[in-house]
């Protein structure tokens, strides 16, 4: 299967105060490129659930030179990128009009069987179906560490509400990005953008749970590093380097 493309004028609606794209929209595009290509082969989030399983994203890393601005025409592009025992790979990128990578993304995923709430093993079959090959050595993610200290004042607490929901009846990944976000000033936010972003997703946050985003941000250093805690659990670690 080659990678499956995907032409965007980016809205006004898509974008921040400062007209660049929102992580979370950015994200939301990427898994709509992303689930068009595997729609090919019988192999789409609509595929899955008829099959009670579902993928799901554990680790992304991004390389962002810079954010699609409103009114700009980008390229999504998704691509396969093999798999193991348990984890799926796949790749991303997003390209200007120039045909210049301005982000480029990699991700980790399993399979969950949506009424077990278990990880299953990658079929060899399923995956050779849409064409991913398998890996005889492990990707590496960065491990992002929990925070031993945090800035108290920015804490926020969220509740997952329905249309925080996606269809594997958990909240959706784009959701924490929001999240992230909000938790940042946002005379820093007008300043900056990420440059790179790595993003852990380590336990479910279901309807009507609440949530706690804690964060603690090194302004001359430009690093900012999240956390999203359910209870007692450590939902979402993150780190990101700005520019």
Not at 4 to 13: D, N, V
Not at 210 to 228: F, G, N, R, T
Request: with cysteine; net charge negative; hydrophobic share 40%.
């Amino acid at each position: 299967m080659s990678a499956y493309k995907l032409k965007h004028k980016i809205t006004f609606s898509d974008a921040d105060e400062q007209g660049r794209i929102r992580l979370s929209v950015l994200i939301n595009y990427l898994m709509e490129t992303s689930n068009r290509q595997l729609a090919k082969e019988n192999a789409s989030v609509e595929d899955f659930i008829k099959r009670g399983i579902g993928w799901v994203v554990l680790d992304y890393h991004f390389e962002i030179e810079r954010l699609p601005l409103a009114n700009e025409t980008v390229t999504f592009l998704a691509d396969v990128a093999g798999y193991n025992r348990f984890f799926a790979y796949r790749d991303f990128k997003v390209i200007d009009e120039q045909g210049h990578d301005i982000i480029v993304a990699h991700s980790q995923w399993v399979i969950l069987d949506l009424k077990e709430r278990k990880i299953k093993e990658a079929d060899p079959k399923l995956m050779e179906s849409f064409d991913n090959y398998e890996l005889k050595k492990m990707p590496r993610f960065k491990r992002v560490r929990p925070l031993k200290e945090f800035d108290v004042e920015a804490d926020q607490t969220y509740r997952v509400n329905y249309y925080d929901l996606d269809t594997n009846h958990h909240l959706t990944n784009s959701r924490y990005f929001d999240w992230i976000i909000d938790s940042l000033p946002r005379e820093f936010l007008d300043k900056h953008q990420p440059r790179v972003l790595d993003i852990c997703f380590k336990k479910e946050i279901h309807y009507g749970e609440d949530a706690l985003a804690h964060v603690k941000l090194d302004p001359e250093k430009l690093v900012s590093k999240h956390e999203i805690v359910h209870g007692n659990d450590i939902a979402t670690l993150a780190e990101i380097t700005w520019t």
